[in-house]
């Protein structure tokens, strides 16, 4: 029996008394699971740019930092960042972190960083990459360029690292994103071809973020932009801002997506996300529009912005109570599908990547937001191994959990009974050597595990037999799947090294 004899408002209450009976329950989405629906999708801007660096750019961009990246991953780095402190740009530094190790800075068109990236999507549970491409990027030049290398990168990244990816415009409702797509994104780069582009409902995912956005084009142009990819056979997610649910004049372009993932960065720890996700839900629900969660670790823009608009720490992290406080509202409203906001933006600090810790990572003497601001000190991978927590609560891999579970900092290496760290773990393995007897006391019988957590700047070496003989494997970051390895080291460790 069709309701279509309630108004908004009855759908909205009807939908919340729903959640309510069903507490963590997903709700019954629009579409099945696929990549999107039902997934964890990263936004990724990828707009990192070094003087030169031998790209289309070969100069500086997007230097006014917020977080200072942890680099120490990467095999090509650059010295000389002119970054921005306290609304000042400054000259280009050349000198050291507070380790004392240079101060350097990485490039978004490099294989190699886009691999890593991948890699640590792939260690995290993080599904699906969102490549932003902002509508200025359409126009011919360096900075399209640019933007077409690191998205051929990341689609090589994605394919080697099992995800998926989609591209994303930031975009006004009459920039010339159609052609972009034709011309630049099927026809030239082939993109949609590649078998990890996603798909949803068996069609190629697109979003736009703006749609209804003031300044951003005539709600009439937005239904005409979202209906023409439509009409080529695209699935499309619609970015409004939030409270999108009660802004009648942008319905007919809300109406007209697949999808809506409305913007939410600059919420509060004030806000009661609960509601907030499941008053979105009602509408989507009510509309036949998958719904995807907009979630983000906290933000803060004084370097950029100086300290007299923009203070510092502005809406803190929490040592990441807040991205849960998000997170456990998302599953108790029933929701499914969950975009993260941002994985490598470390301008706004919204970044879940790796970056630095405490004032010994980050340029002498210099300010940056680190990790350790809210008084606890966590690792540079936190925020991603929160993610993966977070991801599996949402997909019910694991319980409602009203606090976060994640560790502040992994000391040893932990092995995991199934692949992506699920099962049974060991103790964590600090510094030492194990023999089979001694992994066994540690909680790891023989030829019992899966896969492994390795911290930063630590190498673990497994042994096929006791006693360090036959068969190994080296492993210096984490590892989730055993099978994948060469030859497969899945069920089959019985001593290990961590160095």
């Not at 599904?127 to 932003?132: C, G, K, P, R, S």
């Not at 823009?301 to 040592?319: A, D, L, T, V």
Request: charged share 15%; proline share 4%.
């Amino acid at each position: 029996m069709k309701i279509k004899y309630l108004n908004h408002s009855g759908l909205f209450l009807l939908a919340s008394v729903c959640s309510a009976l069903c507490i963590g329950r997903p709700a019954m989405a629009a579409s099945p699971v696929g990549d999107v629906v039902g997934k964890v999708t990263v936004g990724y801007q990828g707009w990192f740019s070094c003087a030169g660096d031998g790209s289309p750019l070969n100069s500086w961009g997007h230097d006014n930092l917020e977080t200072w990246p942890d680099v120490r991953e990467f095999t090509t780095t650059f010295s000389g960042c002119p970054f921005w402190q306290n609304g000042v740009q400054q000259a280009g530094y050349t000198g050291n972190l507070g380790n004392g190790q240079p101060a350097k800075m990485f490039l978004s068109d490099n294989q190699q960083v886009a691999n890593t990236h991948c890699l640590w999507m792939q260690q995290n549970g993080i599904d699906a990459i969102a490549l932003q491409r902002f509508g200025s990027y359409t126009s011919a030049g360096n900075t399209k360029n640019f933007h077409d290398a690191v998205d051929l990168k990341m689609m090589n990244g994605a394919q080697t690292y099992g995800r998926k990816f989609f591209i994303m415009y930031d975009c006004t409702a009459t920039d010339p994103v159609v052609n972009d797509w034709n011309n630049t994104i099927v026809a030239a780069q082939h993109l949609t071809s590649s078998s990890a582009y996603a798909k949803q409902n068996g069609k190629p995912v697109v979003c736009l973020w703006g749609v209804g956005k003031s300044g951003r084009g005539a709600t009439a142009d937005w239904v005409n932009t979202i209906n023409a990819f439509k009409n080529m056979g695209c699935y499309v997610i619609g970015g409004p801002l939030a409270g999108f649910a009660s802004d009648t004049a942008n319905f007919p372009a809300y109406n007209a997506c697949n999808m809506i993932m409305a913007w939410e960065v600059g919420k509060t720890s004030a806000t009661d996300f609960q509601s907030l996700y499941a008053n979105d839900l009602a509408y989507c629900n009510a509309h036949g529009l998958d719904y995807q969660a907009c979630t983000y670790p906290g933000t803060a823009f004084y370097n950029s912005n100086g300290g007299n608009i923009s203070p510092k720490n502005q809406i803190p992290r929490m040592h990441g109570d807040f991205m849960w406080q998000q997170f456990a509202g998302a599953k108790l409203a029933g929701v499914q599908s969950l975009y993260v906001a941002m994985f490598d933006e470390a301008n706004e600090a919204t970044s879940i990547f790796k970056c630095a810790e405490d004032s010994s990572m980050i340029p002498a003497g210099k300010y940056f937001l680190t990790l350790d601001a809210d008084g606890v000190h966590v690792s540079s991978d936190f925020y991603l191994r929160l993610v993966n927590d977070g991801g599996k609560m949402i997909k019910g891999i694991t319980g409602y959990q009203a606090t976060h579970p994640t560790p502040f900092v992994i000391s040893g290496a932990t092995f995991y009974q199934n692949t992506q760290y699920g099962g049974a773990a060991s103790q964590p393995l600090l510094v030492g050597t194990y023999t089979l007897s001694q992994l066994v006391a540690k909680g790891m019988p023989n030829d019992w595990a899966s896969s492994v957590r390795v911290p930063s700047g630590r190498t673990v070496i497994m042994y096929a037999n006791d006693n360090f003989a036959g068969t190994s494997w080296t492993r210096t970051s984490d590892t989730p799947d055993f099978t994948i390895l060469s030859p497969n080291a899945n069920d089959a460790v019985s001593s290990v090294k961590v160095q």
